[in-house]
């Protein structure tokens, strides 16, 4: 099955002519998604709080997930996260965004503390990787 690589409009179309990469791809049911951070989805600005950021970030995944084609969170099996720095206020964030957008799943993990992400403003940036076994890729690449 060819990868459908997919970048939703605002940042994702932007991040891609910049940085050169896409948002997601898709590879029949699987869906991995680029490391999505705190901005908003429309203008890239950056929430300065922490808890703003992490809160913006999983609205950028299922964003992301969605414009890919899936269902969002609902379908996510792994989250990698990235974090400036890595303490318990963010983790407590993280925890409390996975209650709220996956309360009948527990995905893997992985949680990592780092010296600098992408862009001077991020605090955080989140991987997933979902799986969308009914699903059919909404956008794609042009």
Known sequence: MAPI???YPGVGETN???FWYS??????????CAGQGGWNPETGEFYKEINAQIDQAFD?????L???GGQGWSQVVRVNSYHVP??????????????KWMPNRQPIWTCVGVPRLGEDD???EIEVVAVDE?????ATQK
């Not at 948002?23 to 991995?32: F, K, M, N, S, Y």
């Not at 950028?60 to 992301?64: A, K, S």
């Not at 890595?86 to 209650?99: G, Q, S």
Request: hydrophobic share 35%.
């Open 5 to 7: 690589f997919t970048s």
């Open 86 to 99: 890595i303490n318990n206020e963010a983790l407590d964030a993280m925890v409390r965004n996975f209650k």
């Open 122 to 124: 991020m605090r955080v």
């Open 16 to 18: 891609q002519k910049k």
């Open 23 to 32: 948002q997601a791809v898709r590879i029949g049911d699987r869906i991995e």
């Open 66 to 68: 969605r414009h890919a």
């Open 60 to 64: 950028n995944c299922e964003l992301n």
């Open 134 to 138: 009914d699903g059919k890729p909404i």
